[in-house]
Structures are given as C-alpha cells and as structure tokens.
C-alpha cells in the first residue's frame, strides 16, 4: 500500500494499493477527482497540477525503543547462567592441566607423553580462562540486573511503613476508698512558738493524785 498527500492540503490521505508508482499516481489522481466532483473533499488545485505533484506519505522509521529493563535484566541473568554451566563443565579438566605446568618448572624427567597431554590440555585451559574471564564480567553486570528484578519483585506490603505513634495511655483515677489508710507513729505539728509537739497514739498518761488537805 502507498498513501499520498497534497502539499496544500496534507490532511487528505490517499491511500493506493500496490508501490509507488506512475500507476498508483494515476490511480491516487483519479480518486482525488471521484472525492472532489462528489463534494465529499473541499480543496482547490493549483492549475496544471499533476499526479507526480502527489507527495508519498512514508512511514517514519520507528527509532529503536530501549528495551525494557525487566528484559535487559532478565537477559543479562541468562547470559551469566550459560557462562556458569560452561565454567563448571571445564573446571575440572583445566585445574587438572593448571597442576601439570608446574611439571615444566621442575628438574624432573619428563616423558614425551605427559609433554602431548599438557599440550592437549592448553585448549582446554584457554578455553576455561576465556570463559572464566567472561563469567567473572558477567556477574558483576548482573548485580545491577539482580537489584532491578529485586524492585520488581518487591511486594506492596514489604515498603516500609513509618512508625505510628503510640497514643497516650489515660491515667485511671484512683478513688480515694480505694486507698488504704496510713497510721502514722508520729505526726509533728508546727505550733506557733516553733515547738515540735510530739502525739503518741493510744498512749496511757498518768496522771499523778490530789493530796488531800487536812484542815487545821
């Protein structure tokens, strides 16, 4: 399908089946004339126009969208997970041709063989050394990775909540029946002369007897 426009009027949209072509222009023209004869498009044309004067209407290249980063993060994870089998598939044989190097470094008599094992064995270890490099790059990209899944993931009800603050317990009154009655010993007195006068509860005064007075 091919779409043209007028340059006087680019709110009108034909829309020919087919590519841009002589052909489809024609066509586009004799639409154009089919809608203004029947009243159904109001424009003038300038004179002498002519259907290569039609401007295609083309689609403007969407410009990439950034992925998204729930995907970046998730492919970022998958790619350390691949490096991870592949690094654990070698550890072993590459450890195991890393303790015979030191063989090369020793006085010791070394047969032929071993030396084509150790040779055989370097593909092996570069292998592992490539794949070990990219795993330990890997994995420090896919921290941020993690983070951004963690704040996907994170649920509603685990945001932190701040603190209510505890309201005030009321202070019962306490009835004055309720309260037991205290017997003091000694209860001090201030008198007007600032003598401290001393009262004993239930104390037993005597009180020593009248003499009787003899009449003379």
């Not at 729930?70 to 994870?77: G, K, S, W």
């Not at 983070?147 to 009154?173: G, H, M, N, R």
Request: charged share 30%; aromatic share 4%.
């Amino acid at each position: 399908m091919v779409r043209y426009t007028l340059a006087q009027s680019p709110e009108v949209v034909l829309t020919v089946a087919g590519k841009d072509s002589p052909k489809a222009r024609e066509k586009a023209m004799a639409d154009l004339m089919e809608l203004m004869d029947s009243g159904k498009l109001d424009t003038d044309l300038a004179d002498g126009f002519s259907p290569d004067q039609f401007i295609e209407v083309k689609e403007l290249p969407m410009s990439e969208e950034r992925e998204d980063p729930i995907t970046q993060a998730v492919q970022v994870l998958n790619n350390l997970a691949t490096l991870k089998i592949k690094v654990q598939e070698l550890r072993s044989d590459a450890m195991q041709v890393r303790s015979q190097i030191d063989i090369l470094f020793s006085d010791e008599l070394v047969s032929e063989e071993q030396i084509n094992s150790i040779k055989e064995g370097f593909k092996t270890l570069k292998s592992f050394a490539q794949l070990n490099m990219k795993f330990l790059d890997a994995r420090s990209q896919a921290e941020k990775a993690r983070q951004v899944l963690d704040e996907a993931l994170k649920s509603p009800s685990s945001e932190a909540k701040p603190p209510t603050e505890k309201a005030a317990e009321p202070i019962e009154s306490v009835a004055s029946s309720d309260l037991a009655p205290v017997e003091a010993d000694e209860v001090e007195v201030d008198a007007d002369d600032s003598e401290t006068v001393t009262e004993v509860e239930n104390a037993i005064v005597e009180v020593p007897a009248n003499k009787s007075t003899k009449k003379k």
